[in-house]
């Protein structure tokens, strides 16, 4: 079990780090899906099948929305400011990091790999949240920390009961709507009008 819930932390870090490292909007958005759709699996025990099954409908979900935002962007997006093997060995350094402070000197009722991936996603989500220019980018960034935030309480409390799942997987939909519209409207109010050129202070 230990080996399956390392496996699937690594799946969902590398996620992130594709998330915050890509240009292209479309693959910053494939990297946070396979990140929301794998986070619901880093608990032992695993979440019953009503409860796994809402989670991955909502970050489904909330996947969808940012894609509608996404798929018209005229422009990439900035992209990381160190590069993707920068953010690798972050995101790496941190992870064996989360792993050797399981339980934060406390007793922990779940699994070292939550934690690790929660370290992960975390240090991924600095640079977009402190540097990032854009909606889109800052908006994933916020969305990485907060998946980071539950991964830890997994950590530490163990797996969420199923009231618990619901109200994560609301606040996933709720997050991925409001990066989703924010994300649509600046790249409206950033795009040509008439043939112009951009307004200054808003390219990318």
Do not use: K
Request: charged share 10%; net charge positive.
């Amino acid at each position: 079990m230990t080996l399956l819930l390392a496996a699937a932390a690594i799946v969902v870090v590398a996620g992130a780090v594709v998330c915050v490292s890509a240009r292209e909007p479309r693959t910053a958005l494939l990297g946070i899906t396979i990140t929301l759709l794998g986070t619901p699996f880093l608990s032992d025990p695993l979440a019953g099948p009503l409860p796994l099954a809402a989670r991955l409908l909502s970050s489904t979900l909330a996947a969808y929305l940012l894609w509608i935002s996404a798929r018209d962007m005229a422009l990439p997006s900035r992209g990381s400011t160190v590069g993707w093997p920068v953010e690798a060995l972050a995101a790496a350094a941190a992870f064996a990091a989360g792993w050797g402070t399981l339980g934060l000197g406390a007793p922990a009722m779940g699994p070292a790999a939550a934690a690790a991936a929660g370290f992960a996603l975390a240090t991924a989500a600095v640079l977009p949240i402190v540097f990032g220019r854009e909606v889109f980018r800052l908006g994933n960034g916020l969305i990485l920390l907060v998946t980071a935030s539950g991964l830890i309480r997994v950590s530490l409390a163990g797996t969420p009961v199923a009231l618990e799942q619901l109200v994560i997987g609301g606040l996933t939909v709720v997050l991925g709507a409001a990066v989703a519209f924010l994300s649509a409207n600046a790249d409206a109010a950033a795009a040509p009008v008439d043939g112009l050129r951009r307004r200054p202070g808003l390219e990318r």
